[in-house]
């Protein structure tokens, strides 16, 4: 399994500006992947980001909004950009086990856009 | 992209009930995990089960891959199984896919 941790937990934000999400994860792991739930919805991935490579995006989000770093095989970072109320959610990193098999969840980021 | 349907949507127990969700999808898969998504937003693993039987506690699930389905059992329910059940396929070189879910309300 994989511990996995992000920071904020929660935020509100002023549309217009910027927040980084951070996720941390107890092992060194190849892929981690970036999710997106509004609220009342199921999850979206947004993102899947390998060490060393630019991350591959998934229909419907760009780089520009959502800038991905993936500067080691424990750590990533989401940024939104540019906020708006419609990007008020909650905020998922993931990561795949050893084995590929299984994916693991970070507790979330809840983000309310004012 | 697989097709996953869930149900039912909407689940209401009173505590100490049992109950059944079922997953079905629309291609085979190599993978398939079950998830709470509990009322605080965390997605909690319940069961990596890509064929088989397996249990843990007051929850089971058992997917038959050649038939295209899984299922979610609950016995003995109680009010911190509330929350959003999710059953997410993973077709082989694919990446998870959610579907709706399950929402299941259990009252004290």
């Known amino acids: 399994s994989a511990v996995i941790s992000q920071k904020p937990s929660r935020d509100i934000c002023q549309r217009g500006t910027s927040l980084t999400i951070q996720c941390q994860v107890d092992s060194q792991v190849t892929m981690m992947f970036w999710y997106r739930q509004q609220p009342g919805q199921s999850l979206t991935l947004i993102a899947t980001?390998?060490?060393?490579?630019?991350?591959?995006?998934e229909s419907g989000f760009v780089i520009d909004k959502f800038p991905i770093s993936r500067p080691n095989l424990t750590f990533s970072t989401l940024t939104v950009s540019n906020m708006s109320p419609e990007d008020s959610s909650i905020y998922l990193c993931s990561v795949e086990d050893a084995q590929g098999y299984e994916q693991y969840f970070g507790p979330g980021t809840r983000l309310t856009v004012t | 992209g697989i097709q996953v349907e869930q149900s039912p949507p909407d689940l209401i127990l009173q505590e100490g009930a049992n109950s059944t969700l079922r997953c079905n999808f629309s291609d085979s898969v190599n993978n398939l995990q079950w998830f709470h998504q509990n009322p605080w937003g965390q997605l909690i693993n319940l069961f990596y089960?890509?064929?088989g039987t397996k249990q843990n506690g007051r929850l089971s699930a058992t997917t038959v891959a050649t038939e295209r389905y899984s299922l979610l059992y609950i016995s003995s329910s109680q009010t911190t199984d509330s929350g959003v059940y999710f059953c997410?396929?993973?077709?082989?070189?694919?990446?998870?896919?959610f579907g709706e879910g399950t929402q299941l309300t259990v009252n004290p």
């Open positions: 980001a390998n060490q060393g490579s630019e991350a591959t995006y």
């Open positions: 089960i890509p064929s």
């Open positions: 997410v396929p993973l077709p082989s070189g694919s990446r998870l896919t």
